[in-house]
C-alpha cells in the first residue's frame, strides 16, 4: 500500500500528487479514471475504473445489422443450423490463420487471428442462443477450484495442471437449463 498526502491549492481545492513510478506500475495516466472507495478506517483506496467489454453484444449488434439470425436461448435447429455450420467454419478458418501467425512469429498475425477467433465464438454462441457470460462465469469457477488454499495452482513436471479435491466440473447443461434450454 502506498501513502500520499492530501493537499490544498490556493484556491482551498484538496488534491493528491501520485508518484511517478506508482502511476507507471499501475499502468495509470492523466487520462485514467479513477474509483474513490472509503475504506472506513480513516483512508480511501483509489482503483481504475475497468471498462467492461461485452464481446457478445457487439457482435450480436453486427449481426443484427448483417441481418443473421440471433437465437434468444439455447437451441440447435433448422433455424439456426446453417448459420451455426458457417460459424464452425469460420471458427476452423480463424484458428487456421492464428496458428499461421504463431508459426511465423508475427505477434500482429496472432492478435488478429485470436481477437477474430473470440469474434467468430460470440458469433456462434449468439446464433445459438447461448449466453457467453454465463458460461464463462461457470468454466471460471471450475478452472479456480483448482486453486489450492496456498494461491498456487498444483502442476506436472510438463505443465498440465493438476486436480485438487477441491475441483469441480463446470456444469454448463445447468447453466443451459438457467436460459431456456
Request: with cysteine.
Amino acid at each position: 500500500m502506498t501513502t500520499v498526502i492530501v493537499k490544498e491549492n490556493d484556491d482551498g481545492e484538496l488534491y493528491i500528487e501520485l508518484p511517478h513510478d506508482l502511476l507507471k506500475t499501475l499502468h495509470w495516466d492523466e487520462n485514467t479514471e479513477l474509483i474513490w472507495s472509503d475504506q472506513h478506517d480513516g483512508s480511501w483506496a483509489l482503483t481504475k475504473k475497468e471498462n467492461i467489454m461485452n464481446n457478445q453484444k457487439d457482435v450480436t449488434e453486427f449481426m443484427i445489422a448483417a441481418d443473421q439470425y440471433v437465437g434468444t436461448t439455447p437451441h440447435l435447429n433448422d433455424d439456426n443450423l446453417a448459420q451455426a455450420s458457417l460459424y464452425i467454419n469460420l471458427i476452423d478458418e480463424e484458428y487456421r490463420e492464428l496458428c499461421d501467425g504463431f508459426l511465423r512469429r508475427h505477434i500482429g498475425d496472432i492478435a488478429d487471428g485470436g481477437a477474430d477467433l473470440v469474434w467468430v465464438v460470440q458469433g456462434l454462441f449468439a446464433t445459438l442462443g447461448i449466453n457467453f457470460e454465463e458460461v464463462w462465469k461457470e468454466v471460471r469457477a471450475s478452472n479456480m477450484s483448482k486453486v489450492s488454499d496456498n494461491g498456487k495452482i498444483k502442476k506436472r513436471e510438463d505443465g498440465k495442471i493438476l486436480k485438487p479435491e477441491s475441483y469441480f466440473k463446470p456444469d454448463i447443461e445447468k447453466v443451459l437449463k438457467e436460459q431456456g434450454l
